[in-house]
């Protein structure tokens, strides 16, 4: 059984599509919209002048507790190809990044970034540029990070260390800042995963794609909406929903909790044999220490593919659109 697809408004009229969307997803980020809007536009209208057959900015706002909703009205009225979809409740960075490729109307490409301006908008000519000469993804690689602390860079390079040693083909360093082509997204809009993370899905693809490296900034504004929790509970949704190798790394902890078994029951034989078992409860100890640790690791490892399955066969949507500016009007 799969997720049954979220209902959304009949596509539209080519004509009357734009060439570009850039998909924004926003929680709380009133502080830095501003600013984000302010280096954006000059920078698409720039394209516009240069023959871009029209743009749209769709930002999502993935229920902000902020002022959000009332700086985005504000910036909409200055902004024509401002566009505003509101989520019902708080649904995560991925599930808003879904949102916003559903409701995309480029018929060209999408663009997705973040609003905290750590995606500099000024990359961007670069990546359609790329995607000008026949690629369909373009991924956005940070080459430099020296905004992010120490423990940020190094549980970033861990975990697309990981990805790539359990078989991923994600670009090392790249994250959600990216160009897909018109097929590419229509593609991922019928994949049947519950909680997919579009920067693994999306390699996974196949589709003809390269890399254009720019330097990370710093946030402009507000505070992060990713701390190390969060960031542990994306890295576990990427890695269960791209890969089984946990699974079989699971059942070589097995084989190798029986290897060590009988080769600890053939020594106690032995031992009793000679006579020279000695009560002992260290060795006791870390043997039972060891086998249990693996064993809960194990469960943890089925547990997480369990839980996915559970989610799956609930088929309860992603997110929930409140609103959408383009059907209200001006």
């Avoid at 480029?106 to 995607?131: C, F, H, I, S």
């Avoid at 090392?172 to 809009?189: K, M, W």
Wanted: proline share 7%; net charge positive.
């Amino acid at each position: 059984m799969s997720v049954p697809p979220t209902v959304e408004p009949p596509a539209p009229s080519p004509a009357l599509s734009p060439a570009l969307s850039v998909v924004v997803p926003a929680f709380d980020e009133a502080e830095v919209l501003p600013a984000f809007a302010a280096r954006l536009r000059p920078v698409l209208d720039g394209l516009l002048a240069e023959g871009l057959g029209g743009y749209e900015v769709l930002v999502v706002d993935d229920g902000s507790t902020d002022a959000t909703p009332v700086v985005l009205a504000r910036l909409r009225r200055d902004w024509p190809q401002l566009r505003v979809v509101r989520l019902r409740a708080n649904s995560g960075h991925q599930a808003a990044l879904s949102a916003g490729l559903a409701r995309a109307r480029a018929r060209g490409g999408v663009v997705t970034m973040d609003a905290d301006l750590q995606d500099p908008p000024e990359v961007l000519p670069r990546l359609l540029a790329a995607a000008g000469r026949g690629h369909d993804v373009v991924y956005a690689v940070r080459e430099d990070r020296s905004v992010d602390s120490r423990l940020k860079r190094l549980t970033a390079a861990a975990f697309y260390r990981l990805v790539r040693t359990l078989g991923g083909r994600a670009p090392e360093q790249a994250g959600d800042f990216r160009f897909t082509h018109r097929t590419v997204v229509d593609t991922v809009l019928q994949l049947p995963e519950a909680h997919r993370v579009l920067r693994l899905v999306i390699p996974e693809l196949g589709f003809a794609s390269t890399t254009v490296g720019y330097a990370r900034e710093a946030r402009s504004a507000g505070r992060t909406k990713y701390p190390l929790t969060r960031m542990l509970r994306l890295s576990l949704d990427a890695i269960t929903g791209s890969s089984t190798a946990p699974l079989r790394l699971a059942s070589f902890f097995g084989l190798g909790g029986a290897l060590l078994t009988s080769l600890l029951l053939l020594y106690a034989l032995v031992s009793f044999a000679l006579g020279q078992t000695v009560p002992g409860w260290t060795s006791t100890l870390a043997v039972v220490a060891g086998v249990g640790t693996l064993q809960l690791l194990c469960l943890g490892v089925l547990g997480e593919y369990v839980g996915r399955l559970y989610v799956q066969l609930q088929q309860r949507p992603t997110y929930l659109v409140a609103s959408d500016s383009l059907e209200e009007g001006p």
